[in-house]
Structure formats: C-alpha cells, structure tokens
C-alpha cells in the first residue's frame, strides 16, 4: 500500500494517536538515505544537515555489513557470555579518561540518563538533581522531569526532587569564565540540602546544544565542576548529541569543556540508527549502581547492537572523522560569519566542528528574538532541499549538526542557499 502525504497524515492520527510531531509545515515523506544525502517518495534528494543519528552516514556500508553479518550469526541477550560487548566497551573506553572504565550497554539514551541519575542516588544516598531551564535528556517518567519545555501534564510527583538553573547564554549575559553558571548551581545546592532533599548530581550537556550551544571557551565547565565536587555529589555529562568527535576539537566535548565526568550518558549516534544506549562511569560507581538496583535491559548490549557500534568507531578512526569535522566545521562558520555581514537577522555565530549555526533576531541592537522568522527560514530551506532545525529558550538558533562525512563542497550548497532564503524572506511578514 502506498500512501499520499495526506493520507499519512491522516493515518499516523488514527493509528499513532495525537500530538506525535512532525517537522515542517510540509512534512518529508523519506524513503531511502545515503552518506549525507536523503530521498522523499517524489524521488527530490535532499542535503541532511540536522540528523546527528546517522553520524557516519545514512546506510554506512561498514555499519550495515557489521548488522548483517551478527545478525546472521547470532543475537541474544547479556545472560549469555559474548565478546561483543566486551570488545566494544573496551574499545569505547580506551578512547576516556583512565577513570571512566566500566559501562552498561541500554537501548536508548533515555534509559542511560535513567540509569545515571539512579546512579547517583546509589552513590550519595540523596536524591536532589540539578539541570537546566532549557535542556533534554530523554521521556522516562524519571528524566523527562528534566525538560523545563516539555514537561508532561501528569506524572508521578517527582518534580520534588529537581531544581533549575538558567542555562548559559553568551550572546545576552556573557559568562566567559563559567564563575557565574557556578555560582547558580551553588545556589541550588544549598536550597537542597535547606528543604532536606539532599545534592546527588548536576546534569548537562557539556556543549549545552538543546540550549543553543552558547560559545563558551574551552574549559568553561571546570569551575562548576568544583562546586559539584566540594558538595559531594556527582557530575553527569550527557554526550548523546555532544560526542563521538562532533565538536572536532575532541572525541568528547566535557574534555573540550575541561572536565572527566563522573558519569557520561551515550545514546542516538552510537551505532548510527541502531537504537544503542550506555553509560559510562568509573567501576566504583556503576558498583555501587548494581548494588543498589537490580538492572538487566534485554536488548541492551545485544551482539547486533555492539557489532553496529562497534563498526561507528572503526568507521570514525579510519575515516578521521573528527578532523574532518574540525576542518569543515570551521570552514562553515567562516562562511557563516560572511552571511552574518549580509543579513541582519543572524545575531551571533556560533558553534564548534559539526555543530554550527547562528541565533536569530529581530534586530543586533535589542537582540529579540527573531523565533518565527527562523521557523520560515527552515520551511523554505526544506522547500529547497536542505534539512536542519532549530533549538535554543527562544527556538531562534539554527541547528545545524549534520552526518559526520559532511564536506565543504556541502557546507557550500548549505550556505549558498541559505543566503538566497535571508535573502527572499522578510524578517517581518
């Protein structure tokens, strides 16, 4: 059976239920992918410069020969012994810091967020979590308490147990050496441990990417990372959209950011589509997590799944994929700094290998955000056959985080029509 886009539509309500987004206000019907490249069923090829899942590329030959030839060999669960998932979590940790040297394999980076906070209450025997007003870190009944901008209308009443603080922006109320961020989190430390909660852990983004990826200086994280520390609780660096080389200057951003993580949470680009999750911890912490819970995860760590993820790293290593991203990434943002001189919308540039992009506004003197502006600058870039999204408080900062394999000859076709779009659309319709 073929649909129309109308129809899928139409059928996705009835059979999915409401509210299951889309984007665009056009959505893509897509039906096949190759390197950077994605098809809709009209047979349009479009450029992928959002989709971070795929990080080697759509259908990389290396990922898919790896899922085949486990899966036509053997798949089951982690009560039966397997090299796999030792092999791969060998080789994931030998490319850490010496303390982060035990792992438990998940399906999704909600699981692992899942696990890390639980984690930290194993650990410090409190329950107190402290993110940002901007962030995601997955839709367990547990972590989706952690998205400030998509907090469900029911739950299980454990919003107690979580405080916020504003998350970095450096284009509004610069913060260049982290003192403020600190200081913030400081604050909610000592409200914790005042109402008897207790101080388990920080959780964030070392890049801060939901929250607009803010240009902060390599090492900004350090002085937080002594508040947390001194307090006796836990640092949790999500690196699902952050690692594996995207921010080409390092494998792992919270080292860009001058920190070792007590605990690092992996989930969408780990084995380039195959749903993978995992945490990474030192072996003291994920005891006293085993201690403490009894956890097993059926899929998680399967053969299939190590063999996929397995195959991203090879794939990253023998492709040099984070220099790639390092040496396009600034190729891009220096063309993007050259739109910046043409069109007034684009605010600030920002960003760090394969994360790019710009904020938005209305105009540089006021710095108001320009956020329906941006979402008719995605629409038409879509038309035009280029994907990307936004992100940020104010959902006015271009997303670009495109397949790791991403050239300059692509950032070209990238800008070149992204200046003809500033150009054609007007900042106030």
Known sequence: ???????????????????????????????KGENVWLWDADGRRYLDCYNNVPHVGHCNPRVV???CRQASTLNTHTRYLHDGILSYIERLTATMAASLDTAILTCTGSEANDIALRMAEAVTGRRGIIATDATYHGNTSLVSQLSQSNLPTVGFGLCQYFRFVDAPDSYRQPDPDGMGFAARVADQIT??????????????????????????????????????????GLLICDEVQS?????GTHMWAHEKMGVVPDVMVLGKPMANGHPVG??????????????????????????????????????????????NANTVGTYARERMHTLAQRHEAIGEVRGSGLIFGAEMVLDRASKAPATEFTDRVINALRHRGIILSKLGRHKNTLK??????????????????LDAVLTDTPLHP
């Open 1 to 31: 059976m073929t649909r129309t886009t109308e129809q899928l539509i139409v059928d996705r309500a009835r059979l999915m239920g409401p509210n299951v987004s889309t984007f665009y206000d056009d959505p893509l019907h897509l039906v």
């Open 65 to 67: 020969e790896a899922i």
């Open 191 to 232: 409200a914790l441990e005042e109402d008897g909660t207790g101080f388990a852990a920080l959780v964030v983004c070392p890049y801060f990417l939901n929250e607009g990826f803010p240009d902060n200086p390599d090492g900004w994280l350090k002085p937080v990372a002594d508040v947390v520390r001194r307090a006796g």
């Open 243 to 247: 690692g594996f080389g995207r921010t």
């Open 278 to 323: 995992g945490v990474v911890a030192t072996g003291e912490v994920v005891a006293a997590f085993r201690k403490g819970y009894r956890y097993f995860n059926t899929f998680g760590g399967n053969p299939v799944s190590c063999a996929a993820a397995m195959a991203v790293l090879e794939e990253i290593e023998d492709k040099s994929l984070v220099a």
């Open 400 to 417: 670009i985080r495109p397949p790791m394999p991403f050239s300059k000859e692509n950032a070209d076709l990238l800008f070149d029509t």
